[in-house]
C-alpha cells in the first residue's frame, strides 16, 4: 500500500470504530497525519509507512473520544457542596446562591480547567458546556486544545455575567461572532429552559438559530413537576410550547427529558432534534428517567450527558455509558435493552450528530479529525476478554484512559496530561474550596 509519511503510527490490540455498529478490529492500526486520521489498516500493510512516531499499544484498545454532550463545567468547584437534595431546592437555596456570591471570570477558568482535566482523564475529548462567562470557558477550551460546543446562556434574571435577556443574547452573539473560525470551539444558543426564559426571548432565539444556523442547547422536561407546571400555567407541556416558538429541529438539543409521552416522542421524530440522556444526574436528583428505548425505537437520536459535577458527581462518560445501559434495563423490564455497542454510540456518534459534528468526529474513520483514546485493557478490572464492547461499557471506569488525542494533539499520554499543570491547578482548587466554604459557614 502507497501511504505518505505520518505524524503518528499507533498499532493497538483492537480497534473499536463504532462505525459500523458493533465492529472490532483486531491487528489493525492507525495513522494519524496533521489534525486528520489518514488510514486504517492491516498492520502487515503499514510496513513501508514512514511516521515520525510510532506507537505500541498490544494491550490497548482504540476507540473515538467519548462526546459528553451536557455540562456546566466551572461547576466543579462546587462538587460535593449541596448534595441530596431534590432539583428545585437545590438549585434555589443552594447552587444559585453560591453562584451568586463566587461566579466570576476567574472561576469560570479554574472550574473549567479542572473539569476538563478530569474529562481528558476518562476519555471525553468533546464537551458541551453551558455557563455564565462562556468567553472564559472557551478561553481555557482553546488553550489546553480540547474541542467543545459552548452554549451561551439566556435567562430573565440578572446574574455576574449578564443583566436581562437581551444582555445575555447581545453578549452570546458577539462571542458567536468572535469564534465563528475556531476549529475547536463553536458556540451556539443555551436559553436555559423554558420556565427561565420568556416566549418573547424564546422566539427570539429560534429567529437567529435559524438564520445563522446555530444550536440550541435546553435544559426541558427535567421532571414531572416541571412538565405539570407548565401545562397549568400555559395549557401546553414544553416540548409544545418550543415547537410553536419555532425551536425545535435538527439542531436542538434537548437536555434530560425524563418526563415523556407517546405525543412528546412523535415530535422529537418529526422534527429530528436530538435527546441528551444524563443518567447519572437526574437519578441523584431524583428527577425520573428518559424512556431511552422507546426513544430509540422511534429513530431519535440520543446522546449522553454527565451534567456537572455539583449533581452528578463526577464527569466520567464511562459511568455514565454503564448507568445508561443499566438504567435502560431496569426501566424498561428489558435485560436486552441498550446493549453495550448502543450505549457506547451514545457517548460517540450520537453525541457527535447531536452537535453537529458527525461529520469531523464521533468514529474512528479515514478523513475523520483525529480525536481518540487509547483504553489499557490489561488490569485484572478487564480481564478476560471475550467481548471487548461489554468491557469497555460494563468493566471500565475511566481509568484504563492511558492516552488521548484532539485534532492529532496528544493531550494525555500514559495518564500524564501534557497542557495542564495538575500541582497548580489542585492548590487553585484548593482556595476556591476554602473561600466558598467559609462563605457558607458565614451564612449559616
Not at 423554558?194 to 416566549?199: D, F, I, R, S
Not at 401545562?231 to 429541529?249: C, I
Not at 438504567?327 to 446493549?339: M, V
Not at 467481548?387 to 499520554?413: D, K, P, T
Request: charged fraction near 15%; include cysteine; glycine fraction near 6%.
Amino acid at each position: 500500500m502507497s501511504l505518505q509519511a505520518v505524524d503518528t503510527l499507533i498499532h493497538p490490540g483492537w480497534i473499536v470504530p463504532v462505525v459500523p455498529r458493533g465492529t472490532v478490529l483486531e491487528a489493525y492500526s492507525i495513522a494519524l497525519s496533521g489534525d486528520r486520521i489518514s488510514a486504517i489498516l492491516p498492520r502487515e500493510e503499514t510496513r513501508d509507512i514512514q511516521a515520525a512516531r510510532v506507537l505500541e499499544l498490544p494491550q490497548h484498545a482504540l476507540l473515538p473520544g467519548l462526546v459528553n454532550c451536557h455540562g456546566h463545567a466551572a461547576m466543579s468547584l462546587l462538587r460535593g457542596y449541596a448534595d441530596d437534595q431534590p432539583l428545585m431546592p437545590w438549585l434555589e437555596q443552594h447552587i444559585w446562591p453560591a453562584e451568586a456570591a463566587h461566579v466570576n471570570a476567574e472561576f469560570v477558568r479554574d472550574g473549567t480547567e479542572l473539569a476538563v482535566a478530569e474529562m481528558l482523564r476518562s476519555g471525553t475529548t468533546t464537551f458541551s458546556d453551558m455557563y455564565f462567562f462562556p468567553d472564559a470557558s472557551a478561553e481555557v477550551a482553546q488553550r489546553l486544545g480540547i474541542r467543545c460546543q459552548i452554549s451561551f446562556p439566556v435567562l430573565e434574571f440578572p446574574t455576574a455575567w449578564a443583566r436581562n435577556a437581551n444582555e445575555y443574547i447581545s453578549k452570546g452573539l458577539s462571542l458567536y461572532h468572535d469564534l465563528k473560525h475556531s476549529a475547536l470551539v463553536n458556540i451556539c444558543f443555551g436559553p436555559h429552559a423554558p420556565y427561565t426564559v420568556a416566549e418573547e426571548n424564546l422566539s427570539r432565539i429560534g429567529v437567529i438559530a435559524a438564520e445563522l444556523d446555530c444550536a440550541i442547547h435546553i435544559h426541558l422536561h427535567e421532571s414531572k413537576g416541571e412538565v405539570l407546571q407548565a401545562v397549568e400555567l400555559n395549557g401546553e407541556r414544553p416540548l409544545d410550547t418550543l415547537h410553536r416558538l419555532g425551536l425545535l429541529g435538527p439542531r436542538t438539543q434537548c437536555v434530560h427529558m425524563t418526563d415523556l409521552g407517546e405525543q412528546d416522542m412523535a415530535l422529537l421524530a418529526q422534527t429530528g432534534a436530538s435527546v441528551v440522556h444524563c443518567p447519572q444526574s437526574n437519578m441523584k436528583l431524583a428527577s425520573g428517567a428518559c424512556p431511552v428505548s422507546k426513544l430509540s425505537e422511534k429513530g431519535i437520536n440520543v446522546a449522553l450527558g454527565t451534567d456537572s459535577a455539583a449533581s452528578n458527581n463526577d464527569l466520567n462518560l464511562f459511568a455514565e455509558m454503564q448507568t445508561a445501559a443499566l438504567l435502560a434495563k431496569l426501566h424498561s423490564g428489558d435485560a436486552t435493552a441498550l446493549p453495550a455497542a448502543d450505549a457506547l454510540a451514545m457517548a460517540t456518534i450520537n453525541g457527535a450528530r447531536a452537535l453537529g459534528m458527525q461529520e469531523h468526529i464521533g468514529s474512528l474513520e479515514t478523513g475523520k479529525q483525529a480525536d481518540l483514546i487509547a483504553v489499557d485493557l490489561s488490569g485484572p478490572e478487564t480481564q478476560p476478554l471475550y467481548n471487548i464492547l461489554s468491557q469497555l461499557v460494563y468493566a471500565c471506569n475511566g481509568s484504563q484512559v492511558s492516552h488521548s488525542w484532539v485534532a492529532g494533539q496528544l493531550l494525555m499520554e500514559q495518564r500524564e496530561l501534557t497542557h495542564i499543570d495538575l500541582a497548580a491547578l489542585s492548590a487553585r482548587t484548593r482556595d476556591w474550596q476554602a473561600t466558598i466554604s467559609n462563605t457558607q459557614e458565614q451564612a449559616q
